[in-house]
């Protein structure tokens, strides 16, 4: 590479000697963003036999008759003839943040010219705050943003199409990492109608500044008061409904409780309960409730199923007559007319007792 470059210097000055080929339109200063594309013109006089395209004194591109040399694909060239002039376009594709330096059109000879790359970048553009709608008459603060551009841009407002005065708005710069920069604008507006406001972020490099815009609807003071009245009374509802419904949750939950343990007691005291059968010759008494078998005794003078209360401790006091029951299918003795009940003249305790 350094072998070609040498040999094409040699050449060229060997040539430019000889030649009276004049620069007749310089190139220009260029303003590109980052990743895109550069370009730098250079028209030269006829004859010409040879053109240099130089960065920083590197040459980068050189131009013949027969066609440009080409050493790096970043760097090419179109070119336009006329009868008295020859022009060369130089086209850097794409640029970065290195090709910040200088770039000079040499026709190896003691005349050359030179211009300046100048590589920007464009960050975005927001509103830190979306507003939508304002009080009518209140001063409000409108904020928008230039997030990492280099150079730092100017921020510029319009409101419905018109240039706002720059002491209505305040801008504050910081730096950022990468060599890049943040930029704040503040815009104090007081509105009466409805209104769009735009934003504005230029640098050199842009065909047009970026825009940022939003719509702003004024609304009366009673608006306001009426959803800030609505914002602080329905968390308030919401909050208390909330309790209520945790309260109740909490009663149904203990109720439910109470009822499954009442149950459980229920079933507990019912299986400790042992139920009672008295027969008499394979006669099952299944109407007498529970009770202990020694509180009745049959009575051996009796052919029918009479039963002698014994819980006074005294075997003739007290007797319980039981119902007829039908000899049939039951292998026992046939109806036994019935016999008045005998009852002690002291109140005691009787029990009935339904054969069935």
Known sequence: MAAITTVLALFSISLGVCL??????????A????????????TVSLPWRIIIWLMDTIPILTIVPDGPIITDSRFHQRN???????????????????????VRCSLQTEEYQQAFLFVQVDGPLFFVKEISSVVENRATDIVCKAEGWNPVPTIRWKKNRTVVDSKMYTTTIEQSSDNLYNTISTLNLTLSANAEIMCLADIEALPQPKTAALFITVKSPSEDQTWLIIAIVVPI??????????????????RRKHHETSYRNE???????????????????LGMSTGSVNDLQ?????????????????????????????????????????????FSSSPRKTRHVTAV
């Open 20 to 29: 009276s080929t004049k620069i007749i339109e310089v190139p220009k200063n």
């Open 31 to 42: 303003f590109a963003l980052l990743h895109a594309d550069a370009a730098f013109n250079c």
């Open 80 to 102: 336009y003839t006329t009868k008295r002039t020859f022009t060369s376009e130089l086209i850097i594709s794409p640029v970065t943040m290195r090709e910040n330096m200088t």
């Open 237 to 254: 509802a919401a909050a208390i409904l909330l309790i209520i419904l945790i309260i109740v949750i909490i009663i149904c939950i203990k």
């Open 267 to 285: 079933l507990k005291r019912m299986s400790t309960k042992k139920p009672f059968k008295i027969t008499t010759d394979g006669v099952e008494n």
């Open 298 to 342: 049959r009575s051996p003078s009796l052919t029918s199923p009479y039963w002698i209360n014994t819980w006074s401790g005294e075997k003739n006091n007290d007797t319980v007559e039981a119902p007829t029951i039908p000899a049939v299918d039951y292998g026992i003795q046939k109806e036994t007319p019935n016999q008045p009940m005998d």
